[in-house]
């Protein structure tokens, strides 16, 4: 078999089931278990599969796909930043548009800053500020034991120095925790619409770490009820908000000033917290 062929058997299989990103979700696939990219697949996908047991494997994870279970999972591999990192069941699938909450505090362009990452499941946001912006200390929390594993594993990977600590919330910090800047994506979407979700999304992703309660607001609260004990005299917060809470996130941080910045999209999805 051919890898164009493959690839075609494959897509009409997922896009007869429903899936309308079968294409991409093929090619992925076939990227990771052939170790191709763009410029290989448009030399090979033409020559015969040599390697049969590749193509098992692709016919395995096709069927997993079908399971609805997402393609990250499946190759246990997900990009943020450009940077690879592992990723399972145990915690969310980085976005692209927690990309901006990133891209806004490198644009801060001082190196010589403390951050605190508050529930930082695979540890993407942690580790892309400090391999792309190298500042001068960077720790992590969250409160799944699993997914610290993992954060750690990907820091160890790409050769990140982060202190990663079990934390719920701020629970685990003391006073003498003072940092630059805090930055967080937390659980922010309602309960009643996590169920609502995609089926990749509701049954596979750690409801953990998507549901913010009734009303999406559960961890703002906290976060803005004690986060200026950690932050250094004129220090910044940055928070993933929905798309939808810009106005709550306004409201409750009242007494400072709110930047909303939005995601390629157009949707709100950062808000930057000056103090």
């Known amino acids: 078999m051919k890898y164009i062929e493959a690839f ?40 015969t599969i040599k390697d049969i047991s590749k193509l098992e494997t692709l016919k395995e994870y096709v069927e997993k ?11 246990n591999k997900a990009y943020f930043c450009g940077l690879p990192l592992y990723v399972d069941e145990n915690v969310l699938i980085p976005r692209f548009d927690t990309e901006v909450l990133v891209e806004e505090v490198l644009n801060l362009g001082d190196k010589n800053k403390k951050i605190l990452d508050v529930c930082t499941g695979s540890g993407a946001i942690a580790i892309a500020l400090k391999k792309l912006g190298k500042f001068e200390r960077v720790d992590a929390l969250d409160i799944s034991e699993e997914a610290l594993k993992i954060a750690k594993k990907n820091a160890k990977a790409l050769e990140c120095d982060i202190n990663f600590l079990k934390s719920d919330m701020f629970s685990s910090l003391t006073s003498e925790n003072k940092y630059d800047i805090i930055v967080s994506n937390p659980p922010y979407i309602q309960s009643h619409i996590v169920d609502s979700l995609e089926r990749q999304v509701k049954d596979f992703e750690p409801r953990l770490a998507l549901d913010g309660d009734i009303d999406g607001m559960k961890f703002y609260k906290i976060i803005e009820k004690n986060f200026m004990n950690f932050l250094s005299p004129g220090g910044i917060l940055g928070l993933e908000i929905g798309y939808d809470e810009a106005s709550d996130i306004k409201n409750l941080f009242e007494d400072k000033k709110v930047i909303i910045k939005k995601d390629l999209a157009g949707l709100d999805r950062v808000a930057i917290v000056y103090t």
Not at 68 to 73: D, F, G, L, R, S
């Open 65 to 75: 796909r079908l399971t609805n279970m997402p393609v990250q999972y499946i190759v």
């Open 8 to 47: 075609d058997k494959y897509v009409k299989l997922l896009e007869e089931n429903g899936f309308k990103d079968a294409a991409s979700d093929i090619l992925l696939l076939i990227y990771e278990i052939f170790d191709l990219d763009f410029s290989k697949w448009t030399m090979y996908k033409y020559e």
